[in-house]
């Protein structure tokens, strides 16, 4: 079925067309901190636990929407001059969030507090329970069948809580928090300053951006680039940038500080994140531009033989291999599953034979759903339609393999040829900056508002060359009926020559240089006609 052509008349209809709301949200539409259930609940206990000084601690989580939502609550602490702990559990020695390994290390605390994680913690918080920790949780995930024990739960997702909005984050929760206490304790506190982290985790968490989830994202980038955070001021002069958009914080930030929790530990991206001076932030910047690269060599490596590995014939590609990196197997399922266009899960063998790892799906297909009918061979298991998570014995891996390939078969799942984030064909001479000028107005993009693509037949690769140190990105002058424009296209080992004809798939973007403004064609596929 061909794409329908697009001009910026039909290409502003199809951009408003995604936003329910009557124009675009700001904060002043904001719903209420009261509107969470258990918020003044929780809230109230706070305030008690600061009266009598009790011992409070902060529970994260080791990516970034829990790395800034715990940085967001010890931050406040700070500001409001009462002293907090807070713990980031590891990922390799205490497993996720708040769970039976780590309540020793929060033994003598009066009042927990978890961000970003805990509702999935019923045994954890029988522990606390005897311990005597009285806890708080506050989350955005699915609630389980069974809910934990705790004195308040502020999670959006409960049947009974009044809060408008489904899909916001942890972070999120957590500026709606300290919100609340502020209130409560009627004192004068900027919530922008809380706001700029808050952004940076909606964009990581793949929030979509849309009513006020676009509204806080807005705000918190403008806070962010009339920050005096060092953190943020180091950043800016790392990646040699005057200003931040949700491109530079989805695509360089946000992995910089994931890849302390995948390679090592997530609080360094706490202490980057709270540093108090220029200084230190550097040096923690380094630090973490440090795991970052570990973290590009090593995905790059088990994505290297999980694609070796795979079998293109299966429904669903699975493969593991020993000793594989843990922090990254997530990474490289969904780089193998886009490369196949097929669900994948990357397992990695541990020496006690037991198999840990991620699962991506693909397209519409529910991979949770497929392998939840398999966890008969499982250990742990948990996620979503779209990323799973999941233990087993390596002995039980040929017969999940073979479950889930029959269960993929169940499903009747039907690929779409169609791509959703097509916008339609347009022709390289109605590319304009009237196009992108548009095309800004709909910003940020991401989870939900995608950025628009577009697609072109019968064009011509007028000039190509390779660059990088592999000779592992291509850049294209592309022709069509006397039209010429620059392409890039990243990570491929793909190879065309001038002269071909092809069909293009791409995003358009503005490319800055030296003072000079010209318009590029940001590649997805290639494929000659």
Known sequence: MPYPLVDIRSLRDILSSRFDEYGFMTLKDLPLPSSFKDMDKATARILDAIKNRQKITIIGDYDVDGVTATTIMSLFFQEIDYPVSYIIPNRFTDGYGLSANIIPRIKGTDLAITVDNGISAVYASQLCKDEGIELIITDHHLLPPTLPQAYAIIDQKQIDCDFPYSDVCGAQIAWYLIASIKNALGININMMSYMELASIAIIADMMPLKHINRAMVLSGIKALNKSQRPAIRAFLEYSKKDTLDAEDIGFFLAPMLNSAGRMEDASFAVDFLTSTNIYDARVRLERLADFNTQRKATEQEITDKAMAQANSEDDVIIVYGKEWHEGVVGIVSARVARA??????????????????SGRSFGECDLFAIA???????????GHQ??????MCHTQFDDFNVQIQE???KTNYKINPIDPDIVGEIKLQDISFD???LMQQYQPYGQENPTPKF??????????DTMGKEAEHLRFIFGQNGTMIKGVKFKTKERFAVGDRVKIIYTINENHFRGDVSLQLMVDKVELE
């Open 340 to 357: 196949f266009e097929k669900p994948c899960i990357v397992l990695s063998l541990n020496d006690e034979g037991i198999l840990k790892g």
């Open 372 to 382: 939840s009918d398999a966890r008969e061979y499982l250990d742990k298991f948990g």
């Open 386 to 391: 779209a990323a799973i998570g999941l233990s």
């Open 407 to 409: 269960n993929y078969k």
């Open 435 to 437: 196009l992108t000028k």
């Open 455 to 464: 697609i072109s037949y019968n064009v011509e690769i007028i000039q190509i």
